[in-house]
């Protein structure tokens, strides 16, 4: 398995602010990947984050809105820019370890945003 | 709909009996993977069957694929309280690029002490 930390656990935040989300692993991964469960909803892929390129985004979701970085094989950032209470979710990001078609991919603890 | 459909919505048995969850998928996979996920909290891995294997097990649980009725079920046998929690499939979609994940709706677990 992957040891995967979220920061922040949790937040609260105003309508029109910014929150930058972390996921840190233990160990190098090639890929990366950010999720949203939004409440009582099943989780939506936000984007693929690779080491040294622009994460690709799936349909409905935008780089202006979500921002990510992955400046290295262990950490990637999620920013949710502009927020209002629709952003309002459980973040999740998730590591695939592995180069075959039938790698495990696991999942950090998530980050509770609530926007006001 | 959604790639990923789990039924039923909820399940409520009484601890110690089984609990059978099943999943349906539209496309072709490489491979469905089942999560647990306690009170909105991250997801816990459970296992991972590929497309070529029909049946695994690890511990209580069970977990069967059939590829041709594009569905997969996973048994927790002698449930437990503990085993409370909200369940989902995911799938790998076969010659899809990279391991992008789709989840199935959920299963909402209640199992009654």
């Known amino acids: 398995s992957a040891v995967i930390s979220q920061k922040p656990s949790r937040d609260i935040c105003q309508r029109g602010t910014s929150l930058t989300i972390q996921c840190q692993v233990d160990?190098?991964?090639?890929?990366m990947f950010w999720y949203r469960q939004q409440p009582g909803q099943s989780l939506t892929l936000i984007a693929t984050?690779?080491?040294?390129?622009?994460?690709?985004?799936e349909s409905g979701f935008v780089i202006d809105k979500f921002p990510i970085s992955r400046p290295n094989l262990t950490f990637s950032t999620l920013t949710v820019s502009n927020m209002s209470p629709e952003d309002s979710s459980i973040y999740l990001c998730s590591v695939d370890r592995g180069t075959s078609q039938y790698n495990e991919q696991f999942f950090g603890p998530g980050t509770r945003l609530t926007v006001l | 709909s959604q790639q990923g459909e789990e039924d039923p919505q909820a399940l409520s048995i009484q601890e110690g009996e089984n609990a059978t969850m099943n999943c349906s998928y539209k496309t072709s996979i490489n491979n469905l993977q089942w999560y647990r996920q306690n009170s909105g909290r991250g997801l816990v891995h459970l296992i991972l069957i590929r497309s070529n294997e029909r049946e695994k097990h690890s511990g209580r649980l069970r977990v069967t694929l059939d590829t041709s009725k594009k569905s997969s079920s996973l048994l927790i046998t002698a449930s437990r309280a503990a085993d409370t929690a909200s369940y989902f499939c995911?799938?790998?979609?076969?010659?899809?690029?990279?391991?992008?994940?789709?989840f199935g709706k959920g299963i909402t677990l209640s199992v009654r002490p």
């Open positions: 984050a690779n080491q040294g390129s622009e994460a690709t985004y």
């Open positions: 160990s190098q991964v090639t890929m």
């Open positions: 995911a799938t790998t979609k076969r010659g899809g690029a990279n391991s992008k994940l789709t």
